[in-house]
């Protein structure tokens, strides 16, 4: 478990390859504002920070850093780590209780745009590798375990898929 802790750290600096770098390199940030979306209820749905670029005398505004979802009774959905244009680095997702269901970290960032002005057309262009954990509840032993994990490319499964047991021993792999 603490290798996996080690892993998801490292994984949080999610590396931009150089080509994504030269693309995005004339952005020029303008601002970031916080912005709060509230349930009926009066409780916080969601928080985000949007921060606006300004390229060729226009501006482009994506959500950035930290920005969570609530349910209504005040506990966090989701937990997104957004780098500075608005691409997911690391997301948690809990039950209604606050019990982790799913934890991944974008190990790698890229795109396929030729320029800035097809970078915003679209996210087609737009290529991810992400590390992922699947948490599940065993009745048995009364707690939550990893119960899969493995990569995810441009969101289809990639590679070994590792299903365990509720004790932590393997208990199939999967390559994609």
Known sequence: MIIISLLIGHFLNAQHTTRFLEIVKDLEKISCKTDTTYYKNGKIWWTTCWT????????????????????????????????????????KTFDRNGNKTKESATTKIDSKAKSLDEFFVSQDHMNFKTFTLLYKFSKKLGIWYIYKEGNWINNKKKGVW???????KIKKEKKY
Do not use: C, F, H, P
């Not at 930290?66 to 500075?84: A, F, H, P």
């Not at 590792?162 to 932590?168: N, R, V």
């Open 52 to 91: 606006t670029y300004k390229y060729n005398s226009e501006n482009y505004s994506a959500r950035t850093g930290k920005m969570t979802q609530y349910y209504k009774n005040g506990q966090i959905v989701t937990e997104y780590r957004l780098d500075e244009y608005g691409n997911i680095k690391s997301m």
């Open 162 to 168: 590792i299903t365990y047991y509720d004790t932590g």
